[in-house]
């Protein structure tokens, strides 16, 4: 699941650039049936109710980015709940060198309940990498759609004025 990229609008000096979310989409549907149950229970147990959607909002808006600071020349990697809850050390932004498109291969096989048989699945997953002055590496984001993660990115490369370098090409 991809999640955009935000510019700030102060003075357009702060980027954030969310990755995916914590949980798997397991535990977001099961989040999602007790936000339900608890908003279903909001009249007839209050307090169970609230407890209820908290768990379920601390799941569904649990997620992971990058956050970079132009203005204060500063960036951090961070984990954030219910969207403004943050955390992460800051860092110092030597500035961006560039940002280049990886591509990785996973294959997973999964066998069948009655038989020996398996049955083989291959996906192509492409992860986008921000390098800095100093050599660090900062991965951004990922996704298996190309596209999408090159439109979020070509956004992120003009904002921290730096190519963008498509290594899956070779």
């Keep these: 699941m991809e999640l955009p990229i935000f510019v700030y609008p102060m003075n357009n000096q702060k980027v954030d650039i969310r990755n995916s979310t914590l949980f798997p989409w ?7 049936v007790i936000l339900l149950a608890g908003l279903a229970l909001i009249l007839e147990k209050p307090v169970m109710s609230s407890v209820l959607v908290f768990a379920a909002g601390f799941i569904l808006s649990a997620a992971d980015g990058t956050e970079i600071d132009l203005s204060k020349g500063r960036f951090r990697e961070y984990i954030s709940f219910y969207f403004i809850i943050r955390g992460g050390k800051w860092k110092k932004f030597p500035g961006a060198e560039k940002i280049y498109i990886n591509s990785a291969k ?3 096989r999964a066998y069948t309940t009655h038989n020996n048989y398996s049955s083989v699945f291959e996906n192509t997953e492409y992860n986008a990498y ?8 900062i991965h951004l984001i990922n ?3 190309k596209e999408k993660l090159t439109t979020i990115l ?12 498509d290594n899956t090409l070779v």
């Design 154 to 165: 070509q956004k992120a490369a003009s904002f921290l004025n730096c190519p963008l370098q």
């Design 26 to 32: 397991h535990f977001q549907l099961i989040a999602v």
């Design 106 to 108: 996973s294959t997973t």
């Design 143 to 145: 996704s298996r759609k």
């Design 130 to 137: 921000l390098k800095l002055n100093n050599g660090e590496k």
